[in-house]
């Protein structure tokens, strides 16, 4: 009864006691345990590391394993593009309801994309988002390719309507060195096949959208045409061109790679590709150019 009473000891005689029976327990075996410890969230960080490694390699693969969808539409606009080249006045556009709207849809588009959304988008499948069709649009569902302007090599404004006008006309729309690549690798063989047709040409548009961008290109205009045959100056256009309102039209949906199309005597897109070429693509735009150039050659079978 009495030592449920006793009363508690002072902080010095603890402390004595202590010294006089000290625990079980060594400093080594703490270390030891705190190694131990160390170890297994070491192991745990490495095993998620892995996790997560393998499921990054995965959602890339299967990314590029899918397969890309064909062209699944004609791409171009609905009206007949004007030679005058002019656009509709302010005034005018204002009072388009139509116009409106699909400029207020294309400004929230803008607002939420991010910067390097077009970027970030080569590193699957090098940024294409459809594969060419193996045979020609048909004429009566082809829309028209839009009225860009540019200047030319030889220092002249150019409107691509007056240019596509009664020919069959491959036209490259291209913007960095690598879409320079992809365009040579989609043209070379068509261009090599039907240069010597009167009715066939070539067109490229160097689209700079950014004004700085634009600038510089224009201040290296004599590089450029140290690289291009003589012959072809009044087909090289450079244009700062703003395409917000009819990219999704010509399906120019990444601005860093190529664009190709295949355009009729009356400016109807009848085939179109994009990025790194696939080898049926390449010998798609072949064979229907020659088809597309045999419909309109007076006498050709």
């Known amino acids: 009864m009495l030592s449920a009473f006793r009363r508690p000891l002072h ?17 080594s075996s703490v270390r030891h345990a705190d190694h131990e410890v160390v170890k297994q969230s070491g192991t745990t960080a490495d095993v998620k590391g892995k996790q997560k490694e393998v499921v990054d390699k995965t959602a890339d693969k299967l990314s590029e394993d899918d397969e890309l969808p064909f062209l699944s539409r004609p791409l171009g606009v609905k009206s007949v593009p004007s030679l005058l080249g002019g656009k509709k006045k ?14 207020r849809q294309q400004i929230v588009k803008e607002a939420t994309k991010g910067y390097f959304t077009d970027l970030n ?19 009566d569902k082809a829309l028209y390719f839009p009225n860009l302007s540019g ?8 409107y691509t309507t007056e240019l596509l006008k009664n020919k069959v006309t491959v036209l490259a729309i ?39 961008k634009s600038m510089l290109v224009s201040l290296f205009t004599n590089s450029i045409r140290k690289g291009i045959p003589e012959d072809q100056w ?5 244009s700062n061109e703003n395409m917000d309102y009819i990219r999704e039209d010509i399906g120019f949906a990444n601005k860093h790679v190529a664009y190709i199309y295949l355009i009729d005597p009356n400016c109807k897109i009848r085939w179109a ?3 790194d070429p696939k080898p049926q693509e390449i010998e798609a735009l072949n064979v229907c150019t020659r088809v597309l150039l045999n419909r309109h050659t007076p006498g050709a079978t």
């Open 11 to 27: 902080l010095s005689q603890r402390w004595s006691r202590l010294q006089n029976h000290p625990r079980h327990l060594s400093y």
């Open 90 to 103: 302010w005034r005018e556009r204002m009072m388009d309801q139509d116009v409106r709207m699909k400029e």
């Open 121 to 139: 988008a080569t590193r699957h499948h090098g940024g294409k988002t459809w594969v060419a069709p193996r045979v020609l649009i048909r004429e």
């Open 151 to 158: 200047t030319d090599l030889k220092s002249r404004k150019v």
């Open 174 to 212: 291209l913007s960095s060195r690598i879409s320079e690549i992809q365009t040579k690798m989609f043209t070379d063989p068509t261009n090599e096949a039907h240069s010597s047709n009167p009715l066939y040409q070539y067109v490229r548009v160097n689209l700079q959208e950014n004004l700085l």
């Open 234 to 238: 009044g087909n090289y256009l450079v």
């Open 273 to 275: 590709g994009c990025a």
